[in-house]
């Protein structure tokens, strides 16, 4: 009967463990980049890949939205490409193009390359540690559209990380 006393000293620990798993937060796992001196984040789930932006020659495309810097060929794709320093309102830098990565993200069905100056990696936060943006930052800046660029913000060591709305970042303000 000792045994089974031990035998259920385990199931009292495993039941204890698992009465501590809820407590665990659900954590998010974001691709953190830099755009100026901004640090965002975006799901790692949507990203297809990350590549160098310097190999691969930008098209500009008459008569395209403003945010839309060009298109590249990918792996004989043809992506466009949006430059968050232009979409953020932040000054152009010479001195980080050499370094530009560009996200390959999948936005409303469609395959897009979003212009960064620096991928900082994977960011994990816990998922009630993201806060909705302030309302003064949510909507896009002075454009009139009915999205956001950001769906959160949240704060990983001492830095303030944006959550990017990717379905608020690509809307151009024309309606069809």
Known sequence: MSNEGA???RIT?????????????????LAGFYVGGGLYGIDIMRIKEVIQAAPYPLRPVPHAPDI????????GV???????RKRFGV??????IPFNKLIIVSVKGRIVGLKVDRVLGELRVDADEV?????MLSKSAGA??????????CKIGDDIVFVVH???LIITGKKS
């Open 13 to 29: 620990s495993t039941a204890w463990g698992d009465e501590q798993a809820p407590k665990r937060q659900e954590q998010l796992k």
């Open 91 to 96: 000054a152009p830098d010479e001195e980080s």
């Open 131 to 135: 806060r909705p943006a302030p309302s």
């Open 166 to 168: 990717l379905e608020g």
């Open 144 to 153: 009139g559209e009915d999205e956001d660029f950001f769906s959160g913000v």
């Open 78 to 84: 043809v992506i466009p490409v949006i430059d968050l």
């Open 68 to 75: 839309i810097e060009g298109v590249i060929t990918l792996r």
């Open 7 to 9: 035998g259920s000293s």
